[in-house]
């Protein structure tokens, strides 16, 4: 019964960790035979998995398990190229979180619409303030949002393009199980961009 709701699982081809296919990175080997990281488990074919650690997918281009779990040959990435497109996609997942999280109101911002939201805190899950915010300006915000749970991770631009709106360097998220996944994405981008 658990399994139902925690989705298809699948094995680290390194580590042999069984989780949730949503919990593991995913590659295809596309028809000519290059390796591509699928981050949303969408392309079509026969993939291999491995956990997110740098350690697991890096020990698999090492060990030529690419090609051994497609049963095929399959040519070499280099771990920067895996890395490279790892960034790319996390950050193409975070937006597209930030703009459901907009469409769906679970989004505030503008330092005043956060303001009046800070006034009911046990609807809020987390603030994301923007790495180039200015640091007196963040520091101040801060304060404001004290007891509350603070992100960064990506800056103003891509925060205002996630949103739609003028620029933009904070945000607040309602609880919800967008605001947690969001964060799961956000967290992930944050940890992805200190490898390699």
Do not use: N
């Amino acid at each position: 019964m658990i399994q139902h709701y925690l989705g298809p699982q699948r094995s680290c081809i390194v580590c042999r960790t069984k989780l949730p296919a949503h919990e593991l990175l995913r590659f295809v080997c596309s028809p000519d035979a290059e390796l591509v990281l699928d981050y949303r488990h969408k392309l079509p074919g026969r993939g291999a998995y491995t956990c997110c650690k740098p350690s697991c997918y890096a020990k698999a281009l090492d060990t030529h398990a690419f090609a051994r779990a497609f049963k095929r040959p399959c040519k070499p990435a280099s771990i920067h190229v895996i890395v490279q497109q790892l960034r790319t996609q996390v950050l193409a997942k975070v937006v597209s979180l930030l703009g459901m999280a907009r469409k769906s109101g679970i989004a505030v911002s503008g330092q005043q619409a956060i303001l009046h939201a800070l006034r009911r805190p046990r609807e809020v899950a987390w603030v994301l303030i923007a790495d180039d915010m200015a640091p007196a300006a963040a520091e101040k915000f801060q304060r404001q949002v004290h007891e509350i749970s603070v992100m960064r991770g990506i800056d103003k631009q891509i925060l205002t393009q996630a949103l739609g709106s003028g620029e933009r360097s904070a945000v607040l998220l309602k609880k919800s199980p967008l605001a947690q996944a969001l964060k799961r994405e956000l967290q992930r981008y944050v940890d992805v961009m200190g490898e390699v």
